[in-house]
């Protein structure tokens, strides 16, 4: 069995943090003991509170996510913070936690190069915007219409909705980012797509996809980049064959 430091050098390996943009916060989020043996990682985006609390009644020793547990500085560290308490829940109950963020969306092989292969891309290229190597681009075997491609993409993603504005394009050079992309528009827009699909885009940005040039289609932050978590439980266990992982949807938010 893997020690907790040894299962975050594997992860490290992976996804290297030179990957990690300059604003970004991951790694070994909480530890209490380096050395203690992993047999049970639980795999989430979030650690939410209920996803410690499924960890500690289920007897998990490892918590992996893709958002940082501890993203911005924790200025207390008392039950009156949530964060903290989880912090505090955690450490009393020897439970690491290790978060990939932005590593994991840039590196080669991480959550944009298996976005771009999960909805059909080849000729797979990523997409450079102000130092920040993380989006991807690549074609369709077969040009379709804006809507069938975002009924297409609600249905590949189990999305709750997709949003898209027409551009007067078909879809063809689709680029692609997981979770938050609106701030890569102008990027992907050079490089050559005639779309582009994110987690979140904005009203503005959307209302002027005719005079851009790109058909831009918005499918929800966490359904564009869910998927990872069940990727990270496969590579887990294909490393270490005795290791038990398990999936925990941690989506707090809902659409009618």
Known sequence: M??????YEFLNSKFPP?????????????????????????????VTEDAVDHAISNNFDVIVSHHPLIFSPLKVMNTSDAK????????????????????????PGGLNDIFAKLIGLTDVQTVEADGEAVCRIGTLANPTTCADFASFIKKTLQAERVLYAESGNVVHRVAV????????????????????????????????????????????????????????????????????????????????
Request: net charge negative.
């Open 2 to 7: 893997p020690k907790v430091h040894e299962l």
């Open 18 to 46: 030179s990957y990690s943009c300059e604003w970004d916060n991951d790694g070994l989020m909480v530890c209490n003991d380096p050395n203690r043996e992993v047999l049970r990682v639980l795999c989430t985006m979030d």
């Open 84 to 107: 903290a308490r989880r912090v505090m829940k955690l450490l009393s109950h020897n439970i690491s936690v290790m978060s990939f963020h932005s590593r994991l969306d840039a590196a």
């Open 177 to 256: 980012c997981g979770g938050d992309g609106k701030d890569f528009v102008k990027a992907v827009k050079a490089a050559g797509a005639d779309s582009y699909l994110t987690g979140q885009l904005s009203y503005n940005i959307m209302e002027e996809a005719s005079e851009i040039g790109l058909n831009m289609f918005e499918a929800g932050h966490f359904h564009t980049e869910d998927f990872i978590v069940g990727y990270l439980t496969l590579l887990i266990l294909k490393e270490y064959t005795q290791v038990q992982t398990a999936y925990f949807g941690s989506n707090l938010i809902k659409a009618v």
